[in-house]
Nanobody, 123 residues
Framework: VQLQAFGGGLVQAGGSLRLSCAASGHTSSRYGMGWFRQAPGKEREFVAVISWSGGNTYYADSVKGRFTISRDNAKNTVYLQMNSLKPEDTAVYYC?????????????????WGQGTLVTVSS
């Protein structure tokens, strides 16, 4: 299984970006997908997760109401729509795949990781 994340870039505070994560090499869509991020000098942290059906989602408190996770199983792609971005959202964003399909915030439960895409929010 390979994950490729893209869509990062430089944006001003208050702006929006949409990240995408394309999965390949897995024949089924029955897996959970999560987004994590790692800011400079900090540990990686959970951002959002979506169930295999897309019917269940969960967000970190820091992004709730501003970020939306969604997926298109026909395209094997998960998205993270980020609105009202703040400088503290600056980080490398990683997508991850959980074969157990359990809605989890724990990065140790994820089986595959993308390479990360950098999001920089200027003030």
């Amino acid at each position: 299984v390979q994950l490729q994340a893209f869509g990062g870039g430089l944006v001003q505070a208050g702006g929006s970006l949409r990240l995408s994560c394309a999965a390949s090499g897995h024949t089924s869509s029955r897996y959970g997908m999560g987004w994590f991020r790692q800011a400079p000098g900090k540990e990686r942290e959970f951002v959002a997760v979506i169930s295999w059906s897309g019917g269940n989602t969960y967000y970190a408190d820091s992004v709730k109401g501003r970020f939306t996770i969604s997926r298109d199983n026909a395209k094997n792609t998960v998205y993270l729509q980020m609105n009202s971005l703040k400088p503290e959202d600056t980080a490398v964003y990683y997508c991850a795949l959980d074969l157990s399909a359990v809605l989890t915030t724990q990065e140790g439960r994820y089986d595959y990781w993308g390479q990360g895409t950098l999001v920089t929010v200027s003030s």
